[in-house]
Structures are given as C-alpha cells and as structure tokens.
C-alpha cells in the first residue's frame, strides 16, 4: 500500500510499519492536565502501512503500542507540512509491543 503524505508518497520497504500519532487526550479524569513536555511522541498510533515482512500480528487499521527505547536513527519522522498537527513516523516491526483491541 502506498499512502500519500502531502506531495509525497511513502511505501514502507521490508519489516517496517509506517504509523500516524494518534491525538490523546492531554487532560486526565481527575483535571490534571499533561504538559507536552513530558509526552515525547505518545503511546497510541494508528497503522498506515506495512512493508512486505510484517507479520500478521500487525495489520493496516490497528491501534498499537510503541517501545521507544530503540537505537538511534531507527524512527523516523515524516511531519505533514499541510497539518502540523499530524505526525507520521517510519518504524520497525520488532517496536511494536502491543495492538489494542
């Protein structure tokens, strides 16, 4: 599948997912209100696109989980320039942890 962000199109290669950030919501039940200084990129995405070795674990549509304790230069961000308030990101199999249900 390929996907359109902005002019370009993005087709992941190999085991790689490409995922949008999904918005969360920035103020909790209790009123406290999360600073974005302390969420660094979320917790919940949206899955895009797969490359051509992903299992079947993850599929296009999924909510998942993401670990972001990974290597240096393995995440990559592609902002839409038409919607700074979108993000997408280019990342490997092996960070998802989880799919929500």
């Known amino acids: 599948m390929v996907v359109s962000v902005d002019e370009s199109k993005i087709r992941p290669l190999g085991d790689n997912l490409l995922v949008e950030a999904l918005e969360e919501d920035t103020t909790l039940d209790s009123g406290i209100v999360i600073p974005d200084n302390v969420k660094q990129f979320g917790v919940q995405f949206l899955v895009v696109a797969c490359g051509p070795r992903v299992s079947e674990d993850v599929r296009v549509g999924d909510h998942i989980m993401v670990d972001w304790d990974l290597e240096e230069g393995t995440v990559q ?13 280019v990342l490997p199999e092996s960070a998802v942890v989880g799919v929500f249900d």
């Open 77 to 89: 961000l592609i902002p839409d320039p038409t919607n700074p308030s979108r993000e997408f990101f």
